[in-house]
């Protein structure tokens, strides 16, 4: 995308593009250029699509610090904020997520209920089925099969839609819309659409179940545009930011994890010759530290100055933190560019961190670590069918992973 302003500073030219390209190296590694960043200082500049040159910030102290101060603001329609796309006023926003509290933490806690973690677990069993069935399927099927599309894609999304009261048989209509979304390449116009076509989509399954609830999330909310609390378009705007959010995150974890333990074959075989419910939660942990599939950074910007190491953050200057990069720090991790599953890497930044960390990241474990310790048991032979320079990656969406992952045994 074409900047439409000029880079502010003297120094403007020599400010390094962001995003940066993770190409150029292993395709589980953040890009160099970050890592590069990490070792030089802990704030730098980088230049934005539109020309503006907000902070970036690589190192994981740092970024817990800033992600935990109420002085940054994650509203993406204030003056400053790092935004990766032009930003339609009053279309930007999904649900809670981009809000500041008290908003953002009245929302969130009209939702935060069935993502406890006693809640969660009940789900197991369910999820299990979901997992065993899947592979059931796979197996007494034609071989090659993609990975995406068989199993990575299908299992959150039939979770998802479960919980939430949404019909599994639209997930075709709703993939395709959070897919235009979440793209970098996407114009304003197109994101538009597809936010227009899903609010519109949870809007009508809202108003069905005003009439007549259920027990599901969905249902749970529409109790609440009965007693004033929210407006029915709020309660589309939650169903459709945890559609999304509890899906794409969810699968491409699943598909590039299972990649990423395919090239690391010691790993693998740790992880599918274990009984041990601690060491495969232990390795859901070292894969969203060694993966994080956000690799577009959580954006904020400051509503006061700031002084982080000897500098000062002003008021209305962006600030990026970018996961990927804060979670292989090697004053937090020793080794970190190791994938190890038996390292203890829970205080990862994978999740985010502060008020704004991920409400589902009890279901994402969960699922995970469902998957993680049924599908290479059940297929220990797995196996790519392709070679991995010849694997469609991510590197255009704002949730990495890969477009289809095929696989054999």
Known sequence: MTST???????????????????????????????????????????????????????????RTL??????????????????????????????????????????????????????????????????????EMLA??????LVEEFALPVPSLVICDLLGVPYTDHDFFQANSKVIIKRTATPEQRMTAMGNLTEYLDRLVGEKLENPGNDLLSGLTGRVKAGELTRQDAAQIGVLLLIAGHETTANMIALGTLALL?????????????????????VEELLRYLHITHSGRRRVAVEDIELAGQTIRAGEGVILPNDIGNRDPDAFEHPDQLDVRRDARHHVAFGFGVHQCLGQPLARMELQVVYSTLYKRIPTLRLATDLDRIPFKHDGSVYGVYELPVTW
């Open 141 to 146: 099927g034609p071989k090659p099969v993609d």
């Open 263 to 283: 090239e690391h074959p010691d790993q693998l075989a740790l992880l599918r010759d274990t009984d041990d419910p601690k060491l495969v939660a232990s390795a």
């Open 5 to 63: 302003v000029s880079p502010a500073g003297p120094e403007a030219a020599a400010v390094p593009e962001y995003p940066m390209d993770r190409a150029a190296g292993c395709p589980f590694d953040p890009p160099p250029d970050l890592a590069t960043a990490q070792r030089q200082g802990p704030l730098a500049r980088v230049r934005l699509w539109d020309g503006s040159t907000p902070w970036l910030v690589t190192r994981y102290a740092d970024q």
């Open 67 to 136: 992600l935990a101060d109420p002085r940054l603001s994650a509203d993406v329609e204030r003056p400053g904020y790092p935004s990766s796309a032009p930003i339609q006023p009053g279309g930007s926003k999904i649900g809670f997520i981009l809000m500041d509290d008290p908003e953002h933490a009245r929302l969130r806690r009209m939702v935060t209920a069935p993502f406890t973690i006693k809640r969660i677990e009940a789900l197991r069993p369910a999820v299990q089925g979901i997992v065993d069935r899947l592979i059931d």
